[in-house]
């Protein structure tokens, strides 16, 4: 049976075709292509191979150039114009609130950015707990130790949670850990009227 739901944040929140992944692409590309001091085309096949190696940008930055100026990475790739498009949501507040458990976010991205998204969406107070990946050693999905440790803080067993996020990687690894799961481009995250939200069996 599930008793709680942990909800992926960025582009499961709200929708990929927001502008908001677009600003944090861009910001993220000048930032490593700066600070390497080569062009973004001679640094992306390195940045794709890290990605597959790493769970984020920023573990292949500091396992594998010895990067160490986290606070100035995050600052850059988020600047607090990033959310200016999205909008309060809520259809999507009445929907989480409606299900029959609580729910939590689980996220690698940082704290005041998770908060900033959260706030513009108008889902303050909406979720039990929020799990960001500076509280994890800056180790987040696909790492297994990231969802136990989100398993372990609400005092669940992994099949008692589902888990919810656009990203295949991120789904098929908490499916490892034995966790139930979705991942959906659309339903949550969708600005579309005639795209109702979905029902979910517990
Ligand atoms: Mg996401």
């Not at 600070?35 to 984020?56: D, V």
């Amino acid at each position: 049976m599930i008793h709680h739901i942990l909800f992926d944040l960025d582009n499961t929140l709200y929708s990929i075709h927001t502008d908001v992944e677009d600003i944090f692409l861009r910001r993220l590309k000048e930032y490593i292509s700066s600070w390497l001091g080569i062009t973004w085309e001679e640094c992306e096949p390195s940045w794709r191979a890290g990605l597959k190696t790493y769970g984020t940008t920023l573990e292949w930055l500091i396992e594998e150039k010895g990067f160490t100026a986290k606070e100035e990475y995050y600052a850059y790739i988020h600047p607090e114009s990033e959310t200016d498009s999205l909008k309060a949501n809520p259809e999507l507040r009445r929907f989480i609130e409606s299900l029959p458990c609580r729910s939590s976010i689980l996220t690698n991205s940082p704290s005041f950015h998770a908060e900033r998204v959260i706030k513009k969406l108008e889902l303050e107070g909406v979720f039990q707990n929020m799990f960001t990946i500076e509280e994890h050693g800056l180790k987040g999905k696909p790492h297994a130790s990231f969802y136990y440790r989100a398993l372990d803080c609400l005092g669940l067993k992994p099949e008692e949670a589902l888990f919810i996020d656009d990203i295949p990687r991120y789904v098929e690894s908490s499916f490892r850990s034995l966790m139930r799961s979705w991942v959906y481009q659309v339903y949550l995250s969708s600005s579309s009227k005639s795209s109702p939200l979905p029902p979910i069996a517990m």
